[in-house]
């Protein structure tokens, strides 16, 4: 089956700095892939939808100068958090839509960021 | 915006049936959906229903449906102790080019005793 992976799954960075995490879609090409957030014992929350070769669609709420998204090629989707601070601290989970199947999204394991 | 709501915990023995229920706001929604994420792991789908769909069954799962009401429930039979997880019910709105924006509920914490 289709696989996506994230890379780090974990990260510990000082306050001020920038954090950037990979999603990438190991078998498949996916033009549309997705970014989410999710806070301990709470739902996920969609920041960003986006399409490799243009601009990332963001959320209401969600500041796309703090949380710059690049999908350059078919199979990689960044997300870098730029300036962190400690309530940037979450899970941040990416998932790429299933080709050939509008219905379906493939999720990656999750990157654990704390911010100290 | 569209609110999809759920219980917080559900408890049950090993061999009895899960109830999971889920209500949702958006009656456009193209598919409705059932996630299960461990403890520190991303999310795994384990079944989906197309809003003109009243009920599907796959193995241990079945899904209901009541467009009318908003209501989706997720039932597993035989549950196991690796049935222990969170699981999220999600809607599906058509994004333009493809694909379904998700919004997920608030997850139930099943939790299996033995």
């Known amino acids: 089956g289709a696989v996506v992976s994230q890379h780090p799954s974990w990260v510990i960075c000082k306050s001020g700095t920038s954090v950037k995490i990979e999603c990438r879609s190991l078998?498949?090409?996916?033009?549309?892939m997705f970014w989410y957030r999710q806070f301990p014992k709470q739902s996920l929350m969609l920041m960003a939808t986006?399409?490799?070769?243009?601009?990332?669609?963001?959320e209401q709420g969600v500041e796309k100068d703090k949380f710059l998204i690049n999908h350059a090629s078919l199979t990689l989707s960044t997300l870098t958090v730029t300036s962190a601070h400690p309530e940037d601290s979450s899970f941040y989970i990416c998932?790429?839509?299933?080709?050939?199947?509008?219905?379906?999204?493939?999720f990656g394991p999750g990157t654990r960021l704390t911010v100290t | 915006g569209e609110d999809v709501e759920q219980s917080l915990f559900l408890s049950v023995r090993e061999g009895d049936s899960s109830v999971i229920n889920c209500t949702y706001t958006?009656?456009?929604?193209?598919?409705l959906y059932w996630y299960k994420q461990e403890p520190g792991a991303g999310l795994q789908l384990l079944t989906y229903?197309?809003?003109?769909?009243d009920m599907k069954q796959d193995q241990r799962l079945t899904v209901l449906l009541n467009k009318k009401d908003k209501h989706l429930s997720l039932r597993i039979a035989d549950t196991q102790t690796g049935d222990s997880a969170i699981y999220f019910c999600?809607?599906?709105?058509?994004?333009?080019?493809?694909?379904?924006?998700?919004?997920f509920g608030t997850g139930t914490q099943l939790k299996v005793e033995l």
């Open positions: 998932s790429a839509r299933a080709p050939g199947l509008s219905y379906e999204q493939y």
């Open positions: 078998d498949f090409q996916a033009t549309t």
């Open positions: 986006s399409n490799e070769g243009s601009k990332a669609t963001y």
């Open positions: 958006d009656s456009s929604s193209t598919y």
């Open positions: 229903i197309f809003s003109n769909m």
């Open positions: 999600a809607e599906g709105l058509g994004l333009t080019g493809g694909g379904n924006k998700l919004t």
